[in-house]
């Protein structure tokens, strides 16, 4: 089974249908043949995720920091745990355990996550698509500062079509 890497919050924001658009996402997984793989979080729109794939009986392969594991924070009832050092160890393994890379809403982290994998693309260390689960508008100003990249000629209009 291949798996998809998704990307999203540790909290679930503050209206139903980020919550409603992770569930979703987690039955299209198990409806198309994919797996999950992701950070391994019990919170949060990772937590919802993981249990919608869960739910249909689906594979959910979590990959938590060792930090984060200790703080009680990794989901109990996952197909499979890997436990690493460092978050760069968790994006890696994220990574080579995927063959595309989804960002949900989130914050700080979720945004860290998929640019840095959406750099890895451009620069040829990956070829996983990087998409943007554009969850009521949540993404729009992100999309109009990647056009701007392309309008002031930091990104090639090519790279851009591939996100």
Known sequence: M????????????????????????GHWLVQNNY????????NGLMNIVANSVLSDNGFVHGIITQQLYD??????????????????????AMLQDSIANIALPGGPGTLE???????????GVSTHPCIFYNVNHYYD?????????????FMLPEVRKTL
Do not use: P
């Not at 996550?113 to 620069?123: G, K, L, P, Q, R």
């Not at 100003?141 to 000629?153: A, W």
């Open 35 to 42: 797996g999950l793989t992701y950070g391994g979080g019990n």
């Open 71 to 92: 703080r009680h924070l990794a989901h109990a009832n996952l197909s499979k745990l890997d436990i690493v050092q460092t978050m760069s160890e968790r994006k890696e």
């Open 113 to 123: 996550e998929i640019s840095e994998t959406f750099s890895w693309t451009i620069i």
């Open 2 to 25: 291949k798996n998809i890497a998704v990307y999203c919050g540790a909290s679930t924001g503050n209206q139903e249908i980020y919550t409603t658009s992770a569930q979703d996402l």
């Open 141 to 153: 100003k992100l999309e109009s500062f990647f056009n701007d990249m392309v309008d002031q000629g």
